[in-house]
């Protein structure tokens, strides 16, 4: 099958799964392309002014055209999806006409199916190398997966069309998204020019213009009642510029725009789109399943409408539970309230570690921000990796592990991937500073510091120590490829190259762990309250810390250059170095093992995650049958926060035989916030609280212990029993007995412990 074949097959067969009906309730599309066909022009004039008869009358007529492929648009226009697919397959079987696959492609964008759209505008610019409109219908396609080489294609076809307004909006509506609106306004101020004396509507460049005002914190109005005059239904004009909100973290004004481009166009299906997505990121699910339930009905082929109604079904479906969080001054008095969504499935093992880290961050951040929340703040985890996802929808350069949307952060839980792939007690701490970040803002910081404050606080304050910076980013160290501090938020939003979203997550926390060692916390704090008054990053660092942004990059460097400069120079030859152990490894060769693991661990002691040389020395130093020697390389791998489950519960048995209780319970707490579904090792731990008369962290112990030990919970009763009764609480000790021998009636620690608990003889 050839390549254009391939394509052709694939689409029909999405023209079976996807396109079936027709629907009503699209944005407006504006044709930028001067080559359109003029009958099909004449009929958008009627759609531009909001004549949607009119229009609709027109595009009709053209139903009956001499041209397949202007039945084809005709019937695109009237939102019947699945003839123009028939129409434009038949156009296209027997013809290598650019024109008709681009404007198939953009029926597969007009109904949000972007790699299709993709290969059609691919196989296109197969049949004419460098068509114009082809090339700009790739670029918009990239643009909404917001990838950085969609930037670098429209300013090269700017440089080779200054005059082609399409690329002009196209590319300012990216420069709106990296903040650049002076470039932004330039581009728009360019296109509304040219609009004028090309006879194309401005619609567009109203509402980017919309846009460009809302990120300057200046009214809309003005553009607003541009658009509405040229056409009143011009629902877009909100919806357009509630997108820089969003991209700023500001989800409660964008809500309120979504409302006036649904009030000004009800039949406006991706503004009830997005406004149900946005009512539930501020927790007004209610509301939210209203706008979604409308926008399936005007556009039921939007995955994102159709996946966040699932969601909200399993919403309903979780356990919600509520903490209040008390102030460690007056435990009388309340800083927080804390609401909790799990599924229920794995409610009982989770819970308790969710309580007590989320009463831990907003007790410490609390502090160390001088903010308290003023709203109570939402946790949600899932145990399905693809319903996290659905939360993202819509959210550029997002991590994959949690997403906070002001009050309501969510994420994985350790559930949603393999055992010990990721930290998730660190991802919960991450996400929880970015409520308090976000809010003491006012959602006005930029990306950079909203992510590298997170990354700080992992380091300097959340449940695990390591400082590790990957091998990426210290090849973009040593490749220049960081990014000045003015412009960081472009590794978020718009990536130029493969892990630069992480590079920049990564530098983001060194940023701000630099500024705190270099000023001290307090800067980070002044920084804060500079952005909440809308200051940009220059600004703010010169209110902070009295210098500017060029200034602060060559000192960071230099910073960089004295902490790392050693191991980034001699990067090649610390690859070749973990190339030649994975080769000793590989034939068993453990005294080499051993002298090339030590040399890596010397070279990067930091280096504690995965294929880290701290293991590998243990296993061969456990293979030489020194096994002493492994278990303090393990313990000096967990000590610099190492956190691979298997090799944590080795250590902690090893240590519990040497009579290292204290130690074993670190590394088993630790365990907690990787692994929390391991079931002996909370036996083992609660066990431990209680011979330390520590009964609160006992019961949490024992309480997951029963939300993963299946059918055979009578330890876990048990020991809630010892632990009421430490607190003084025989009632509920005997209570709790009771059940440790209904489920196991011959049970006899918990027999014992009932005939002394009823016999008053004291317990020893």
């Not at 359109?36 to 004449?42: G, I, K, Q, V």
């Not at 027109?58 to 139903?63: E, N, P, S």
Request: a negative charge; aromatic letters at 8%; hydrophobic letters at 40%.
């Amino acid at each position: 099958m050839t390549s254009r074949q391939s394509v052709r097959a694939l689409l029909a067969l999405g023209a079976l799964l996807g396109l079936g009906c027709s629907s009503s309730g699209f944005a407006l599309n504006i044709h930028y392309d001067l080559q359109r066909d003029s009958e099909l022009r004449a009929c958008d004039q009627h759609r531009y002014v909001g004549d949607e008869d009119a229009a609709d009358n027109c595009f009709r007529v053209l139903l009956s055209s001499g041209s397949t492929l202007v039945q084809a648009q005709a019937a695109m226009a009237l939102n019947d999806v699945a003839n123009a697919n028939k129409l434009f397959r038949e156009a296209a079987s027997d013809d290598r006409d650019p024109a008709i696959n681009t404007a198939w492609g953009y029926l597969y964008l007009h109904t949000h199916q972007v790699s299709d759209a993709t290969a059609l505008f691919r196989e296109a610019l197969v049949f004419e190398p460098g068509y114009l409109p082809a090339e700009l219908g790739l670029a918009r396609a990239l643009s909404r997966t917001f990838e950085g080489q969609a930037r670098a294609e429209l300013q090269r076809l700017h440089l080779a069309h200054p005059d082609n307004v399409h690329v002009l909006v196209l590319l300012a509506s990216i420069e709106l998204e990296l903040k650049n609106t002076a470039r932004a306004r330039e581009l728009l101020d360019s296109a509304g020019s040219l609009a004028a004396a090309q006879g194309i509507p401005p619609l567009e460049i109203y509402a980017l213009q919309a846009g460009a005002n809302l990120l300057e914190a200046e009214s809309i109005e003005p553009w607003v009642d541009k658009a509405l005059d040229y056409n009143p239904r011009y629902g877009d004009i909100f919806s357009i510029a509630a997108r820089y909100y969003i991209i700023t973290y500001r989800y409660r004004e964008a809500v309120d725009l979504y409302q006036r481009a649904v009030d000004t166009n009800p039949n406006l299906a991706v503004a009830h789109r997005d406004l149900g997505i946005n009512l539930l990121r501020i927790n007004r699910v209610y509301d939210s399943r209203h706008h979604l339930e409308t926008a399936i009905e005007l556009d039921p082929f939007d995955a994102e409408t159709v996946n966040t109604l699932r969601l909200l079904d399993k919403l309903d479906s979780m356990q919600v539970s509520r903490i209040d969080v008390p102030d460690p001054e007056d435990p009388n008095q309340s800083l927080a309230r804390v609401l909790i969504r799990l599924d229920r499935e794995e409610s009982e093992a989770l819970y308790p570690y969710v309580v007590d880290l989320s009463l831990r961050a907003v007790q410490t951040l609390t502090d160390r921000y001088g903010f308290r929340l003023e709203k109570p703040m939402v946790v949600e985890l899932y145990h399905d990796h693809d319903d996290f996802g659905v939360r993202t929808v819509s959210t550029p350069g997002i991590g994959l592990l949690g997403v906070t949307f002001g009050y309501v952060t969510a994420m994985d839980s350790p559930k949603a991937r393999p055992p010990g792939e990721f930290h998730w007690g660190t991802t919960l701490w991450h996400e929880i500073v970015h409520v308090f970040t976000l809010e003491a803002s006012n959602h006005l910081l930029p990306r950079w510091m909203s992510e590298g404050l997170s990354v700080y606080e992992e380091w300097n304050t959340g449940p695990l120590s390591t400082r590790e910076i990957s091998l990426g980013t210290l090849n973009a160290i040593k490749t220049g490829q960081l990014l000045p501090i003015a412009q960081l938020d472009e590794g978020f939003v718009r990536p130029s190259y493969d892990g630069q979203v992480q590079v920049s997550y990564t530098q983001a926390g060194l940023v701000c762990d630099f500024i705190a060692m270099r000023w001290g916390h307090e800067a980070l704090r002044t920084m804060l309250r500079a952005f909440r008054i809308g200051a940009d990053t220059a600004t703010a660092l010169r209110i902070a810390i009295g210098d500017d942004s060029d200034d602060f990059d060559i000192v960071f460097n230099e910073h960089l250059t004295a902490r790392y400069g050693e191991l980034v120079q001699s990067l090649d030859e610390y690859r070749i170095a973990n190339r030649q152990l994975g080769a000793a490894v590989a034939v068993e060769d453990w005294i080499s093992v051993e002298a090339l693991a030590r040399d890596l661990i010397r070279r990067y002691p930091e280096r504690v995650g995965p294929a880290n040389p701290y293991e590998v020395l243990a296993r061969a130093q456990r293979e030489q049958d020194d096994e002493a020697g492994a278990m303090d390389t393990l313990w000096s791998w967990y000590q610099l926060g190492g956190h691979t489950p298997e090799t944590m519960q080795v250590l902690a048995t090893h240590l519990f035989e040497q009579d290292r209780d204290d130690d074993a319970a670190k590394v088993l707490e630790s365990l907690n916030w990787v692994m929390p579904y391991a079931v002996d090792e909370h036996r083992q731990l609660g066990q431990y609280y209680l011979a330390n008369d520590d009964p609160e962290r006992a019961i949490r112990e024992f309480n997951a212990y029963l939300g993963v030990s299946g059918d055979n919970p009578a330890e876990g009763y048990y020991g809630q029993a010892q632990a009421a009764l430490q607190l003084d609480k025989p009632e509920e000790a005997k209570q709790l007995v009771l059940q440790a021998l209904e489920s196991a009636p011959f049970f006899r620690p918990a027999q014992h412990f009932l005939l002394e608990l009823t016999s008053g003889a004291p317990l020893d």
